[in-house]
Nanobody
Framework: QEQLVESGGGLVQPGESLRLSCVASGVISSPPMMGWFRQAAGKEREFIAS???????NYADSVKGRFTVSRDNAKKTVYLQMNSLRPEDTAVYYC??????????????WGQGTQVTVSE
């Protein structure tokens, strides 16, 4: 069974940074597609960023220029560097992955989430 485990969330002040990590296990190789979603209280889950095995990235407009997704394929890990954090970034951040790019939308698997709180 493939699994994803996120870490790195926490409480920070506006303008500060966090780096989230997500490690895949139970997979033969690093997942072809890995990415990040977030869900704020009372809001729907929203796409944040994704990255293919070979380096193609996508970003939501809300985080473009502030967040950076990266991967270490040898470690089967995807990262989310979060800079210039704002209170509206407060959410549970979920890592997800898929066995192919084509199944990322329809059938990803998910991590348990890690809380990010941006507050004075």
């Amino acid at each position: 069974q493939e699994q994803l485990v996120e870490s790195g969330g926490g409480l920070v002040q506006p303008g500060e940074s966090l780096r989230l990590s997500c490690v895949a296990s139970g997979v033969i190789s690093s997942p072809p597609m890995m990415g990040w979603f977030r869900q704020a209280a009372g809001k729907e889950r929203e796409f944040i960023a994704s990255m293919t095995l070979f380096g193609h990235t996508n970003y939501a407009d809300s985080v473009k220029g502030r967040f950076t997704v990266s991967r270490d394929n040898a470690k089967k890990t995807v990262y989310l560097q979060m800079n210039s954090l704002r209170p509206e970034d407060t959410a549970v951040y979920y890592c997800n992955a898929a066995h192919s790019v084509s199944t990322y939308t329809s059938n990803p698997y998910w991590g348990q989430g890690t809380q990010v709180t941006v507050s004075e």
